[in-house]
């Protein structure tokens, strides 16, 4: 044990996110039943003595555990300790029986595989990331004089001892020489890679699951070539976090998406292939699909109703376009249609108020058809109804085309309207710079109109 064979990638783009995307040979998970543990072989060059250190580890911890022991070694009667006090809501750091604290309950994270860091400054603090975040400090300048070599024959456990041991699964564990910066900690979140300047001199084990198998041999060997680990009964590989891309999802039974991922599906859908977005949400793909809502069927898309029902186009809760089984469409009042040159829509404006339109272009025609009432029903109102031709550009005109039997209620002008200027029992149509407004003084009508510009 003690030699790897590893390629590392000197690229420093992308990466991953490690609570939920670990790569192919980082990725591979141990699970540790109650009391299973490994035991870290002593290495001169895997030791601290009393020196800075920072530990790395990914874990999901599940709900059996209570006061686990994360790490335990011993060297010469100078022991240390990470021990997971859930009970009191703390994370306890122990130097040679000298205990100090983390306020943070691990317990909030279980259920799911988190990246925790902790830097150790003798002379000063230790502080606790996860994910990337520091989130707990605590003063262990009392330590500095531990030496946690001082015999040269250090036994470490990861995992479980006197019977406290952690439950769950193990997906990384590194030990640095060295206090890890915040943007190292940041690095090593994001990436599963080791950087070049780092191995194996201040990173010291490197835990190779991915090649652990206690099915066939008891030994996880380290990619650093220092401390080794022997598993006890009761560690068995998992099933490995797989890679996606740079921000992805945990595909399983109980894993969920993050919050700012991006679970990515290509394909291409041959001939005959259909892919339909169903009415119950569901979805299915393939070439016995039946007609669902949305489907895309070769290289057609198409977007249907349900059986004997209308096809609702809206962008918010009010305002559609209905296609009806027989296909004839229709528009709700808030709906304008447009295409070069032509305008349409309709305006509901109550009495006493005035509603403003804004062509395409600075002249046209107004084609005006209004009737009492609201939304699709009412009277035609021949008498408030017209054709006019109106400039809104630079001159201002206005002027309504004859018509027999229509218009003796409607009026034009080229003052502003404000919603009584006009006279009263009238319609009063008039253009102002760039716009069009109607002015209605009787009661409540519904005023469509066409602008042919």
């Known amino acids: 044990m003690g030699l790897a064979t590893y390629t590392y990638n000197r690229s420093t783009s992308g990466g991953e996110i490690i609570t939920h995307l670990i790569n192919s040979t980082d990725g591979q998970?141990?699970?540790?039943?109650?009391?299973?543990?490994?035991?870290?072989?002593?290495?001169?060059?895997?030791?601290?003595?009393?020196?800075?250190?920072?530990?790395?580890?990914?874990?999901?911890?599940?709900?059996?555990?209570?006061?686990?022991?994360?790490?335990?070694?011993?060297?010469?009667?100078?022991?240390?300790?990470?021990?997971?006090?859930?009970g009191s809501s703390k994370i306890e750091l122990t130097f040679d029986g000298a205990d100090y604290d983390f306020s943070y309950d691990m317990s909030a994270d279980y259920g799911s595989p988190v990246h925790y860091v902790m830097t150790f400054d003798r002379d000063d603090v230790a502080t606790l990331y996860k994910d990337g975040n520091s989130v707990a400090t605590v003063d262990i300048s009392g330590s500095s004089a531990v030496d946690l070599d001082s015999s040269g024959t250090a036994a470490g456990y990861l995992g479980g001892v006197s019977d406290y041991g952690v439950t769950g699964v193990f997906y990384r564990w590194r030990t640095w020489k060295k206090l890890l910066s915040a943007a190292e900690v940041t690095a090593c979140y994001e990436n599963a890679s080791v950087p070049i300047t780092d191995q194996w001199s201040n990173c010291v084990t490197d835990l190779d699951f991915a090649f652990a198998n206690p099915e066939m041999s008891l030994q996880i060997r380290s990619r650093s070539g220092a401390g080794d680990a022997t598993a006890s009964v009761g560690i068995s590989q998992v099933t490995p976090i797989e890679q996606l891309n740079s921000k992805s999802a945990r595909i399983g039974t109980?894993?969920?998406?993050?919050?700012?991922?991006?679970?990515?599906?290509?394909?291409?859908?041959?001939?005959?292939?259909?892919?339909?977005?169903?009415?119950?949400?569901?979805?299915?793909?393939?070439?016995?699909?039946?007609?669902?809502?949305?489907?895309?069927?070769?290289?057609?898309?198409?977007?249907?109703?349900?059986?004997?029902?209308?096809?609702?186009?809206?962008?918010?809760?009010?305002?559609?376009?209905?296609?009806?089984s027989a296909g004839l469409c229709s528009f709700s009042a808030g709906i304008v249609t447009s295409e070069k040159g032509v305008l349409s829509g309709s305006v509901e404006i109550d009495n006493d108020d005035f509603a403003t339109i804004t062509p395409q272009r600075k002249g046209g025609f107004l084609m005006l058809s209004t009737d009492t009432g609201s939304g699709d029903g009412g009277y035609p109102q021949a008498g408030q109804s017209g054709m006019i031709y109106f400039d809104c550009g630079g001159s201002l005109q206005i002027v309504e085309l004859p018509l027999t039997g229509v218009g003796g209620s409607l009026e034009t002008t080229i003052s502003d309207v404000t919603g009584t200027s006009g006279t009263d029992d009238k319609v009063t149509v008039a253009v102002q710079t760039d716009v069009i407004k109607i002015e209605n003084r009787m009661a409540a009508r519904t005023f469509n109109y066409t602008i042919l510009s």
């Open 29 to 86: 998970g141990v699970d540790f039943a109650n009391g299973a543990l490994l035991q870290l072989a002593y290495a001169a060059g895997g030791v601290f003595g009393t020196s800075d250190f920072s530990i790395e580890f990914i874990i999901d911890q599940s709900s059996a555990n209570t006061n686990d022991k994360i790490i335990y070694t011993s060297g010469g009667g100078n022991e240390f300790q990470i021990t997971s006090e859930t």
């Open 254 to 324: 109980s894993a969920a998406t993050p919050a700012d991922g991006e679970l990515l599906v290509s394909g291409k859908i041959s001939s005959g292939d259909k892919v339909n977005i169903n009415s119950n949400g569901t979805v299915n793909w393939g070439s016995s699909a039946d007609a669902g809502l949305l489907s895309w069927d070769g290289s057609d898309a198409i977007v249907r109703g349900a059986a004997s029902k209308n096809l609702k186009l809206g962008a918010d809760n009010t305002n559609f376009v209905t296609i009806d």
